[in-house]
């Protein structure tokens, strides 16, 4: 059973940095490529960030470049997202994803249960 399990979630001032954290079970996900999404209240949930599981190339929303950072643990079966400088924008449920074509466009075919971030001002 494939199982994507996201944390380190909070409620953080504006200027702080989170990491938030997604183990991943269940099968290889060598071919994969992994993506943050977040979805605001009242919004739609978008892309922030993705990474080839296998090679590591990384991808990024245009509003987090030089914020975030995703990266990939192989021994840990953990994705990370650093968030730096958080902004009250930031705020969001962050949803974990895999994408068995290994394409950061997806389609993403498991999803984490997400984690809420909170920014105060």
Same mark, same amino acid.
């Given at each position: 059973?494939?199982?994507?399990?996201?944390?380190?979630?909070?409620?953080?001032?504006?200027?702080?940095?989170?990491?938030?954290?997604?183990?991943?079970?269940? =099968?290889?996900?060598?071919?994969?490529?992994?993506?943050?999404?977040?979805?605001?209240?009242?919004?739609? =949930?978008i892309?922030?960030?993705?990474?080839?599981?296998?090679?590591?190339?990384?991808?990024?929303?245009?509003?987090?470049?030089?914020?975030?950072?995703?990266? =990939?643990?192989?021994?840990?079966?953990?994705?990370?997202?650093?968030?730096?400088?958080?902004?009250?924008?930031?705020?969001?449920v962050?949803?974990?994803?895999?994408?068995?074509?290994?394409? =950061?466009?997806?389609?993403?075919?498991?999803?984490?249960?997400?984690?809420?971030?909170?920014?105060?001002?």
């Amino acid at each position: 059973q494939v199982q994507l399990v996201e944390s380190g979630g909070g409620l953080v001032q504006a200027g702080s940095s989170l990491r938030l954290s997604c183990a991943v079970s269940g =099968r290889s996900f060598s071919d994969y490529a992994m993506g943050w999404f977040r979805q605001a209240p009242g919004k739609e =949930r978008i892309f922030v960030a993705a990474i080839r599981w296998g090679g590591g190339s990384t991808y990024y929303a245009d509003s987090v470049k030089g914020r975030l950072t995703i990266s =990939r643990d192989n021994v840990k079966n953990t994705v990370y997202l650093q968030m730096n400088s958080l902004k009250p924008e930031d705020t969001a449920v962050y949803y974990c994803a895999a994408a068995s074509t290994g394409y =950061r466009l997806g389609p993403y075919d498991y999803w984490g249960q997400g984690t809420q971030v909170t920014v105060s001002s």
